[in-house]
């Protein structure tokens, strides 16, 4: 009877974190660029003696879902989506970080910032001068036509990085970082769209299917526990009489 209460307790404990996941997803259905996140579970044989009959379900690292999200046009010259697979690289202060999110905003002394982080280019990061317009090309090349001035100019590139999928993860503030520490470097396959944004990769409705399933298995857990219950009442019944 102990071995079916791990089952029941520890899958009654998967479901709730994967529904905390599933919420999160859901949240942020909406938001430019979000990564809907995977919860997977393995099974783990309980340690100790006499207890190699005892499985339960272990919730491991959340997982990155890399599907590409749809491109929205804005036809704002600082707006950026990566198309198809790859990343843009920011500056955090425990390193660098990855995102699909690519609304730039240009600070007052020409630094170039992301939800408040430094957008790093292939020098470091990314300070403009003045100008009268600007442009990022394909390959995340920008370019501007300085104040006063009537030639077009490059002024950086944007690092465009292409990291192992599996390398990937989530960090508490949402960014993508790698799980081994690697600082991953240019990549010239990765191409940008200007004036666009790309939209969160969550499908509401897998989320909601995902949610009523996780709910439904969480409700069959605890029925396992009346039944675990009942059993144990039984046998003292039969010890007793």
């Known amino acids: ?31 430019a660029g979000f990564r809907a996140d995977l919860a997977t579970v393995t099974s783990e044989a309980a340690q100790g003696y006499g207890y190699d009959s005892r499985h339960h379900a272990a919730l491991t690292a959340t997982h990155v879902d890399h599907t590409p999200g749809k491109l929205n046009e804005t036809g704002r010259a600082l707006d950026v989506a990566i198309s198809g697979a790859g990343y843009l690289a920011v500056e955090t202060d425990d390193g660098v970080a990855y995102t699909r999110t690519g609304s730039l905003r240009l600070e007052g002394d020409g630094s170039l910032t992301l939800n408040g982080r430094t957008v790093l280019g292939d020098g470091g990061p990314i300070v403009l001068p003045e100008h009268d317009t600007l442009t990022i090309g394909t ?36 960014l993508i970082v790698s799980r081994s520490g690697t600082e991953y470097g240019a990549d010239a396959n990765v191409a940008v769209k200007g004036g666009h944004l790309e939209g969160s990769n969550v499908s509401a409705v897998e989320e909601m299917m ?3 399933s996780l709910t439904r298995s969480f409700e069959m857990q605890m029925k396992l526990y009346k ?15």
Request: charged share 20%; net charge negative; glycine share 10%.
């Open 1 to 31: 009877m102990d071995a079916f209460i791990y089952t029941a307790m520890t899958g009654a404990d998967h479901s709730l974190r994967a529904l905390n996941v599933r919420a999160s997803n859901l949240a942020n259905a909406q938001t």
């Open 210 to 212: 995902q949610t009523m």
């Open 139 to 174: 390959d995340g090349t920008i370019s501007i036509v300085a104040t006063g001035e009537q030639g077009t100019q490059d002024v950086g590139r944007l690092l465009l990085v292409n990291p192992e999928p599996a390398d990937l993860m989530k960090n508490a503030q949402g």
């Open 227 to 241: 039944v675990a219950d009942e059993m144990a009442d039984a046998g003292n019944r039969l010890i007793r009489g």
